[in-house]
T-cell receptor, first 113, second 113 residues
Framework: SQTIHQWPATLVQPVGSPLSLECTVE??????LYWYRQAAGRGLQLLFY??????ISSEVPQNLSASRPQDRQFILSSKKLLLSDSGFYLC????????????FGPGTRLTVT | GEDVEQSLFLSVREGDSSVINCTYT??????LYWYKQEPGAGLQLLTYIFSNMDMKQDQRLTVLLNKKDKHLSLRIADTQTGDSAIYFCAEMFSNFGNEKLTFGTGTRLTIIP
């Protein structure tokens, strides 16, 4: 069966510090991968998606970047965090072929102080 | 563009049926989904419906789709305390071969004992 992991689960970082959030998927190959942000009391906003190693599409211009160094690894980064980067970050995966459902990880709660 | 709207709150007595509503704007949606988010957790895919269907039933869950009015609903029969959560509807939108999910803001379901 497939599982998706995210870490850390929670993070408190000062403004101006760097960020690295990691997402890994097990039990599948060549997944589509996604990063979403959920601000307090709001829905999900798609930040990035990837259809393969090194292939990243950005949905929203912002202070964040994403990378996919391995097939089942997706990393969300920032060089300098802003207060507005606080939120709940969710990674999701989808089968590349024959599937349409997206499955979500447990999320990372980021608080920028 | 695409937009998905939901009521923010719903309170239901334990044992009654819950009906969570959603409206969407993109008539070219292929699939529509319902996700459940418990406090501090990721999103759990509950069910989905293909856009050429009117209804789908899965145990206590019934999804109704009115394509003419672009209205989607989720009915939870015999609502239990474990159903307390935020429920998100989402539509899959295709744009030049890229598929992405657009989420509503979520409906917080509270169960009254």
């Amino acid at each position: 069966s497939q599982t998706i992991h995210q870490w850390p689960a929670t993070l408190v970082q000062p403004v101006g510090s760097p960020l690295s959030l990691e997402c890994t998927v097990e039990g599948t190959s060549n997944p589509n991968l996604y990063w979403y942000r959920q601000a307090a009391g709001r829905g999900l906003q798609l930040l990035f998606y990837s259809v393969g190693i090194g292939q990243i599409s950005s949905e929203v211009p912002q202070n964040l970047s994403a990378s996919r160094p391995q097939d089942r690894q997706f990393i969300l980064s920032s060089k300098k965090l802003l207060l507005s980067d606080s939120g709940f970050y969710l990674c999701a995966w989808r089968r590349r072929d024959g599937g349409h459902e997206q499955y979500f990880g447990p999320g990372t709660r980021l608080t920028v102080t | 563009g695409e937009d998905v709207e939901q009521s923010l709150f719903l309170s239901v007595r334990e044992g009654d049926s819950s009906v969570i509503n959603c409206t969407y704007t993109d008539s070219s949606s292929t699939y529509l989904y319902w996700y459940k988010q418990e406090p501090g957790a990721g999103l759990q895919l509950l069910t989905y419906i293909f856009s050429n269907m009117d209804m789908k039933q899965d145990q206590r869950l019934t999804v109704l789709l009115n394509k003419k009015d672009k209205h989607l609903s989720l009915r939870i029969a015999d609502t239990q305390t474990g159903d307390s959560a935020i429920y998100f509807c989402a539509e899959m939108f295709s744009n030049f071969g890229n598929e992405k999910l657009t989420f509503g803001t979520g409906t917080r379901l509270t169960i009254i004992p």
